[in-house]
């Protein structure tokens, strides 16, 4: 069982920046693929990016493509999810999630993923 954490989120201006962190104080996450999924209101929870155990492989949704970076702290146990160049429709809130699986394979579907987070708010207003 995880109890997977999120911080980072807030209120951020469009065009700003924004880097959300998970992690998960009883368990290793580099065991897990890890995805991050959002919700914005009245909208179905999506996928955003994923990250396999080997972090060779990384998945993003076509509408964070060269905006967002997945990546590992292994040092710190954390996997994080860089944003850039952010807009209103990036608000949402953020969840991260995770599954025991592939060293080389992530998916970006809910239903891939076991273990969720409560979430990460994040507001892109001016």
């Known amino acids: 069982q995880l109890h997977l954490v999120e911080s980072g989120g807030g209120l951020v201006q469009p065009g700003g920046s924004l880097i959300l962190s998970c992690t998960d104080p009883g368990a290793t996450l580099g065991d897990y693929v890890i995805g991050w999924f959002r919700q914005a209101p009245g909208k179905e929870r999506e996928g955003v990016a994923c990250?396999?155990?080997?972090?060779?492989?990384?998945n993003y949704a076509d509408s964070v493509q060269g905006r967002f970076i997945i990546g590992r702290d292994n040092a710190k146990n954390s996997v994080y999810l860089q944003m850039a160049n952010l807009n209103s429709a990036d608000t949402a809130v953020y969840y991260c999630a995770a599954v025991p699986g592939s060293r080389s394979y992530c998916s970006t579907r809910t239903s891939a993923m076991t273990y969720w987070g409560k979430g990460t708010l994040v507001t892109v207003s001016s």
């Open positions: 990250i396999a155990r080997g972090s060779q492989t990384k």
